[in-house]
């Protein structure tokens, strides 16, 4: 049984207590973030970018977010799961909304599924995946599926107008259901309203300090990309907790240098042994 459930993150909520999210996308880094009694993780569909070098999140597909959800369900005991329907798998309709969905919970073991904007379309889709018995949660404000029609990776909501459409938005998918919503790149006194205005938590991200809780891309916050010529870079919001990358990067150098040079495996790393005189058959 899960110690993080809609129960205990509503709880947190309620009790004023900020709800911890990080990404994760694979065994290992499920284990980093659940040990790190994170409350939820998700399985972003910023794996297309983050562990397979695409520009967007455009390419990924359902079978290849399945997988990571997978790999990610067998090393999270505790965290709240939530895995991103990814580009392609709920637009068309809402019964496909509902089936992506499905695929999710049933093969992935995901707990809930996110998926991304507030269109009537998409507010629809939640709530056809609501009523099939299924958590979503929201994500509005920058969405990066959308990059076609936005034109690129920029912060959303800095006029008036699409700060209400923001709102409105959001509203339309608590009113449908959804247990929560994701407000990526708008100003924090839009990402204060908008949690003002709703009674379900909001989750920040280059929002701002007023949403009822944070996420953050594993990748990121780790400091995994830091080589100075790597196009990836970290996004201005991302506060970077590690350098990983450049342990990483001196880790596989010193042990490129260790075998050049001999000195690895040396005795010390050489633990097989024959016994005295067997060596004399093999001459
Ligand atoms: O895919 C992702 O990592 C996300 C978070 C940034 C919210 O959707
Ligand atoms: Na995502």
Known sequence: VKSVTLRTLRAKYERGEPI????????PSAVHVDQAHIDILLVGDSA????????????????????????V?????????????PFGSYELSARDAVGSAMRMLK?????????????????????????????VMGHVGLTPQSVSVLGGFRPQAQVAGEAMRV???????????????????VPGP????????????????GAGPATSGQVLVYH??????????????????????????????????????DVASRSFPGVRYSPYSIKPGEVAALE
């Open 20 to 27: 911890s999210m990080a990404t994760a996308y694979d065994y």
């Open 48 to 71: 297309a970018m983050v562990v397979h070098g695409h520009d967007t999140t455009l390419p990924i597909t359902l079978d290849h977010m399945l997988a990571h959800c997978q790999s």
């Open 73 to 85: 369900s067998r090393g999270a005991q505790r965290a709240f799961l939530v895995g991103d329907l």
């Open 107 to 135: 093969e992935g073991n995901m707990d809930a599924v996110k998926l991304e904007g507030g269109s009537p379309a998409r507010v629809e889709a939640a709530r056809a995946i609501v009523e099939a018995g299924i958590a």
């Open 167 to 185: 709102l409105h938005q959001a509203k339309a998918l608590q009113a449908v259901g959804c247990f929560s919503i994701v407000l990526e790149c």
């Open 190 to 205: 839009i990402a204060a309203a908008v949690t003002k205005a709703l009674s379900i938590p909001t989750i920040g991200i």
């Open 220 to 257: 990121d916050l780790l400091g995994m990309m830091s080589h100075p010529h790597h196009a990836k870079v970290t996004p201005k919001f991302c506060k970077r907790y590690a350098e990983v990358g450049a342990t990483i990067q001196a880790a596989l150098q010193a042990y490129r240098d």
